[in-house]
């Protein structure tokens, strides 16, 4: 018993039964066929399921009380055997993650009476628990789904040293990706090359990727998984590239270069702007902080920096206020990481909003994944961005709305920038921030350094 | 008009019109979540769909009649554009695509009445799918469903020129992974790198895998998907990796070569046999040849091999009768190959078997996934391999059965030999077999001469 894996899952199970005291089953989840059904997506369990069970065990579920821990699973068959070669048994997979009992999965429905659960994402799977519950899940109100989820969420929200210790082991598999892809860079003639380079090196060091990688020369494109675009001497090239470790857990690493080695002058003069604000709402974390203004403060530097360069035209706290910066800056300064990309946002906006606050209506506030005050132990991203967005620019509605805040002239001076982001992963500590992807230089020279 | 893919399109259309009189509804699929809702899988379109349809398009119907194709698609909507860019509307995929009419994705109820369709891999499709025929989706007796996988089955089963066009080129960029692959074994530590260095070059030429890669020094693990073994000098490392084209087509293809660039006596010994097996099998494809009589080829090549090198004891023929062959070569000889790695595989064994066949009971030819006459323009695989399944050997029923027919003290001097596959893939023309991978050296002298 003196595995630290065991020790942390034992932690965190006793946290949870220090939180509620009804029973909790939790589900891993089953593979999801692709063309055809031995043609399967690789197995990703559930995050809720891998945060108490450690393994990405698929088929499997956990009943959780009082601070003790049941496996429920079925032993491979022979055949199994065969063509997947030796696997742990149910014995031996309840020893390495410290299972109090062990049983077949055929008797988890004797366990059901009264126990909340988490929906997971494959609709296969999803059946198997409603079914086994005989009762419909819901994640509204007073269920005991609901009490559970948020119980889960308080724990999760912040990480103990074992989640940090694998979240660090994903965010230096990324910064060598992102190395790897500079440097791929200088002979790549299409995005695909660099893509390939950076998620192979991912793959080489028996990690996969956390999300699906945006590598492109139009940044502007905010979810790109194209990867076709032949590289123009004069291009940008953003790569929001993140590895996730067998355990499951995420890191989310952004960095824009130039094609060509140097940024130009208009391309840099904008790079500045998003970097400062980068380097602001970093300075600015500590706990109970509100995330909210972070990202207004990463509003009002992209908008300073743009009202200097003659972009933008005004007072900068009106340009803020009528949500200006959003026309360049239209998504929230970032999210929770931890087993997910964008962690728990299975859950919706549970995790990410302070109980009794909603999404805003306003266009510069509505895309915020986070609204909480910062506690120590949070990981969050921070990931200021600019972009000419041609479905923002050019809508007639905008164009009328900020006629006169906006310098269309100079704007048309910067067209060689489409898209930046400069995106860190950074822990929220006691004395203010660590910024845990800090081996990775954000600077534009020392990028070129990269190259 | 004059557009080829066009073209192939319209005549597949109007071949399936001359084959069957009903109406098909094709559905695309949608894109699976894998830890929340929007980190989705990569999308893989259907493959029927994708035969008929051209374009991995998600979320789309298509309704087949006549030869004429209606095309049932939404327009992207606006908070789609501002996240994933311009797309093409339904009028610019109807005119790719050559599609007759087009239609929001709403207006298919009205054209449900009599229409046959194939289910989907992905559950939340299947259940659109029965909701708008109104019906369950019946694929056994004399159902409509039934009728439309029988005829879209017999016009897949062999490829028309542009089919081959895309065959090929996945089947190049494998081929020059399986060499990029050959070449990381010298500096890599562990399966990942070369596992890295495969995938990272079919990801560099913006293809995908076609199926998860087996990249491994324990081969007998015939479904191995960990890539975690340290390499060691006397290992072969077996690698399956096959790239599959953007617009969904497969290649599949196995080397195994010495992870110190030398083959041992004794690995050269076993891989020569299952070169010959291999070498005879392509020899023999023609039209009108049993594919089960390749299958029992190559267990005969290899019995007799085995019986030469002391391994196997007795009459070759009466090997093969009691599945000898099957202790060391438990699978099939190969499959067919298309837009599935096995192609239409998600339909059963409809397609793999000719109509009256079924599966045999024989340890040595049950797991068999072809069983017809071959024709000109199929392509299918020929694996012949040599494991040594701790699972098979090590049992006792088979133990008893073959104690007389294995000399086991002469199979222990083979202990380096775990697992060796040699994977190509073959056309079946009017004058024999083409083999389509064959700028990848098979010989154990020329693999060696590739590190």
Redesign the interface.
Known sequence: MNNPLINTLQERRQKLAQLIDIPAILWSGKA???????????F?A??HFLYFAGLPLENVAIYLENGQLDLFMDNPS?DS??????MPTRDNIAIQIGANNAYPLKELVQKTQDAATIPV????TYQQQYETLKRPLILNNFSIDITLAKAIILLRLTHDQSALEEIKKAINVSIKAHKTGIKATKTAK?E??I???M????????MTCA??SIVTT?G??????K??HYLQAGDLLLADVGAETPL?WASDITRTWPVSGKFSATQRDIYDIVLAAHDHCIEKIKPGKEYRNIHLLAAQIIVEGLVDLGILKGNVNDLVEKDAHALFF?HGIGHLLG????D???LGDLAGYEEGRTRSDRFGLGYLRLDRPLRTGMVVTIEPGFYQ????LEDLNFREKYHNDVNWQKLEQFSDVRGIRIEDDVLVTKKGAEILTKDLPTKASEIEALY
């Open positions: 999801l066929s692709r063309n055809f059904r031995a043609n399967h997506y690789p990703r559930s995050s022979p055997i065969l063509w997947h070669g030796e994402q494959d609709i296969n299409i695909a090359e893509r390939g380079a998620e192979g090196y991912i793959l080489s060091k028996n999300y699906n139009h502007e494109t905010l979810h790109n998984e990867y076709e499951g239209p087993l997910d990309v964008h728990m946002e299975d967005v041609p479905a923002i």
